[in-house]
């Protein structure tokens, strides 16, 4: 490995992240919390949703931008409805939640579905909806971000990236899982390309004026291509929609940054649907894997999810490497004083 | 117009064409279901799901492929959730089914979901969700169909094309509608181009060994591009895990054709999730404005639906265009003899 890297169990990972959160003035359950699904994501091999974000939230804590004491509230509009309000604060306390009382509704009602508004960076979706499988509910999450995906045709940004997973339960082992942003590539690797001061491919991301480029540069001050051109635009304004029309939420474009500690709050919003498969857990296990089966039969392909599954065996055994400059960050503020 | 066509009003359309399924010995009822949702689509510019379907449904009638008067079951598993069971019948009836019982469920509920299984062609789906919307409701709704996507990678096709709609009711006028299908271009333009003997263009298509291809027949013996490669594979399993595993229909890979009067029968699944808005429908409607009005005021680009509703409403005022071999089929069923 050429980064420097120290490798950590999941357990001492989580304890640092949890004394780094708290020191930073996180109250204890929201501390774990938090530090639990980065973890979860680092273990993912999701790394952009892991160790990396600490020292971004701790400082926007620090700023009263994330209002990690935020009260959670609840409210039940309906009898398979729920709409949490995160209060500015972190998404995880407000999932975990949705955890508790949505997989309740789901497991009793058939359906059931679960928005959170006044909400922020929300992580690996996969480990979000992986939670409710591992509980017998097929699971559809879409959460917005801030904007980065045009209305097919024009330039000017209007939606995030907007996220859908897809979790359902498996007989024998971990949950069928599937995690995928609408545009093309992570606006993440544009800032790799910019940093590295090479080309991104074309195909990637259009310029302010909504021409296709291949200048990094140029692609952070225009948009991300979508999925499929329109295909994905339409479907990006269904997460939106679902996100944040149906949640309260905060629109992408009004959404402030999930990084930096000064300007607006996100703000954004997250949605679940939960369904108990409706005839019993064992035929839908077991028709499931007659499909995956399938796939799995094939030459060149594999079921999603798979490359996820080795990181996360591995990450259990083995623990996982983190950089050292994330865990010197940590370490400082791990230590520091109140 | 090149093609020979004749101006029908919608009414007349309806009439004409449920008097050609009656005769056909679909049941009165079901010919209305049938009739209403082809000249729905046709009114909406979906010409692929019109009249064209006509001759194909009624000699399946004939042979008993699609059993005309198999009698609808209705299950309720859960509270806020319902399984339909199509009896290899036409799905439109069915759909009908699920607009009034399912609608019911997530007026009261705040939330259902609605399985139909042993099903056939569904149609436009935009013509469903616009009937869910139209009652305040905000729809999800996907649909498998006889293979025509292979997973990334791999050769064989296991998916179908897949779609996933969307509507959402807005304060004045028609709801919003979003309608794809998960390949790249429908199958239906490589078969034109097959006729007319002229390429494709690259990206629409693969062959059987898995290459991308240009040539149309080559690409009808391989399989259709999904948008986004792996991305677009990922959220057909996702459909086809809600419409066939949730609801008990037949995967796409074992559903015969919608085209053929012979092989085996379809018998493929429908999904819907319906949510009632949380917060009142006012305010739901007024925050989807917001959004809408956003997207209305960069150039370049249009709300998703807006060719849709010009056909519509054109539809409505000066009737449709039929080709003339589609009403000669259509007149020669329904004067035909029992």
């Not at 140029?218 to 304004?237: D, F, H, N, R, Y």
Request: charged content about 20%; proline content about 6%; hydrophobic content about 45%.
């Amino acid at each position: 490995m050429s980064q420097d890297t120290e490798t950590l169990s999941l357990d001492d990972a989580r304890a640092l992240l949890r004394a780094a959160f708290l020191r930073s003035g996180v109250p204890e359950d929201r501390a774990a919390s938090v530090a639990a699904a980065l973890v979860a994501a680092e273990a993912e091999g999701q790394v952009g949703h892991g160790f990396s974000r600490l020292e971004d939230y701790a400082a926007q804590v620090r700023s009263g931008k994330i209002i990690a004491d935020a009260p959670l509230r609840i409210d039940q509009p309906a009898p398979s409805s729920l709409v949490i309000d995160a209060g500015y604060g972190f998404a995880f306390p407000a999932l975990d939640l949705a955890v508790e009382r949505g997989s309740h509704v789901a497991l009793t009602q058939g359906t059931a579905s679960v928005g959170i508004t006044r909400s922020h960076h929300c992580g690996a979706l996969s480990v979000s909806v992986d939670r409710f499988a591992q509980q017998g509910l097929v699971a559809l999450m879409v959460a917005n971000s801030p904007v980065a995906i045009a209305p097919w045709g024009a330039r000017t940004p209007v939606y995030g990236t907007n996220p859908i997973a897809f979790a359902a339960p498996r007989g024998d082992g971990p949950p069928l899982v599937i995690d995928l942003s609408l545009s093309v590539v992570a606006r993440g690797k544009v800032l790799n390309a910019k940093k590295a001061g090479t080309e991104i491919p074309a195909g990637w991301a259009l310029d302010a004026e909504g021409h296709p480029t291949t200048n990094a540069e140029a692609a952070l001050e225009g948009s991300m291509q979508p999925i499929g051109g329109p295909k994905g635009t339409a479907l990006a304004l269904m997460v939106e929609i679902l996100s944040t029309v149906m949640t309260g939420a905060n629109f992408s474009k009004d959404a402030g940054s999930f990084f930096t500690a000064d300007g607006s709050r996100p703000g954004v919003g997250q949605h679940l649907t939960l369904y108990r498969p409706p005839q019993d857990l064992d035929t839908f296990t077991a028709r499931l894997e007659q499909l995956l089966s399938l796939i799995e039969s094939l030459e060149g392909t594999r079921v999603p999810g798979s490359r996820r599954l080795e990181a996360l065996d591995k990450a259990r055994k083995d623990g996982i490497a983190v950089p050292k400059r994330y865990l010197d960050v940590a370490h400082e503020l791990a230590t520091a004083t109140v």
